[in-house]
C-alpha cells in the first residue's frame, strides 16, 4: 500500500515559470514531510522541509505549501531554471518511527530554456 | 567534509551469486540507513542503526538480505543469492542523529542481476 501519491510523474516547464508537485497522504500520524531532490547519478538530498503546525514554508524560489485537512503538501518552484531540472520526491514520516521516510515515486521536472 | 561514500558504484553480477555493499557514513553521525530504489520507484526503506541499538530491519524484503555496521563507522549490506528483481539502486544515508535528523544520501551502489 502506497502512503505518500506523487503527481504528475513528469513535468515539463519553461524557464522562468513555476513548477508544482503534489503529494497526498494517508497516514494521520505523518508530521513531518521533507522534499528531496535527485540529480542524475546522485544521492538524494534534503530541499525543505514542513511540520504540520505551519501551513507554509518558504526558502528562496522553493515552497511547501501544507493542507493538513485533506492530507496534501505540495512544492512550488519559482521563476524555475534549467539547473532545477531534477527528479523530485516528497517523503513523510510520523512521530513513532520519525526515522522511516516513506518516499513517494518522484516527479521527473524539465526545464527548457 | 566529506559526504556519505558508497561502493562499488557499479556491480554487475550474475543470477545466484552473493554481493556485498560498503557504506562509509560522514564521521559523527550515529544513523545510518539504507534505501532501495528501483527504477522508476521512489527509495524504500530497508534497514536503520543507530548507535549500539539494536537495528530496525524491517523493511528487509526477505532473509536473503542481511546488513552489518561496526560501531558508528562502515556498514556492509549483502544479498545473498541474489534474483534479478535485487536489480535496483542501493543508497545508504547518515544522520547526527534518529529522530527527525536530516538524512544525507550517498550516491548510490547501481546493481545489476543477470
Known amino acids: 500500500q502506497q502512503q505518500v501519491k506523487q503527481s504528475p510523474q513528469s513535468l515539463i516547464v519553461q524557464k522562468g515559470g513555476i513548477s508544482i508537485i503534489n503529494c497526498a497522504y494517508e497516514?494521520?500520524?505523518?508530521?513531518?514531510f521533507p522534499w528531496y531532490q535527485q540529480f542524475p547519478g546522485k544521492g538524494p538530498a534534503l530541499l525543505i522541509a514542513?511540520?504540520?503546525?505551519?501551513s507554509e514554508k518558504k526558502e528562496g524560489r522553493f515552497t511547501i505549501s501544507f493542507n493538513k485537512s485533506a492530507k496534501q503538501f505540495s512544492l512550488h518552484i519559482m521563476d524555475s531554471q534549467p539547473g532545477d531540472s531534477a527528479t523530485y520526491f516528497c517523503?513523510?514520516?510520523?512521530?513513532?518511527?520519525?526515522?522511516?521516510?516513506?518516499f513517494g515515486k518522484g516527479t521527473k521536472l524539465s526545464v527548457i530554456p | 567534509g566529506a559526504g556519505v561514500s558508497q561502493s562499488p558504484s557499479n556491480k554487475v553480477t550474475e543470477k545466484g551469486k552473493d554481493v556485498e555493499l560498503r557504506c562509509d557514513p560522514i564521521?559523527?553521525?550515529?544513523?545510518l540507513y539504507w534505501y532501495r530504489q528501483r527504477l522508476g520507484q521512489g527509495l524504500e526503506f530497508l534497514i536503520y542503526?543507530?548507535?549500539?541499538?539494536?537495528?530496525?530491519k524491517s523493511g528487509l524484503p526477505s532473509d536473503r538480505f542481511s546488513a552489518e555496521r561496526t560501531g558508528e563507522s562502515v556498514s556492509t549490506l549483502t544479498i545473498q543469492r541474489t534474483q534479478q528483481e535485487d536489480s535496483a539502486v542501493y543508497l545508504c544515508a547518515s544522520s547526527k542523529g534518529g529522530t527527525k535528523e536530516t538524512q544525507y544520501f550517498g550516491p548510490g551502489t547501481r546493481l545489476l542481476v543477470l
Open positions: 564521521s559523527g553521525h550515529t544513523a
Open positions: 517523503a513523510a514520516s510520523s512521530g513513532a518511527g520519525s526515522y522511516q521516510l516513506t
Open positions: 514542513i511540520r504540520p503546525d505551519v
Open positions: 497516514n494521520t500520524a505523518f508530521d513531518y
Open positions: 542503526f543507530q548507535g549500539n541499538s539494536a537495528p530496525d
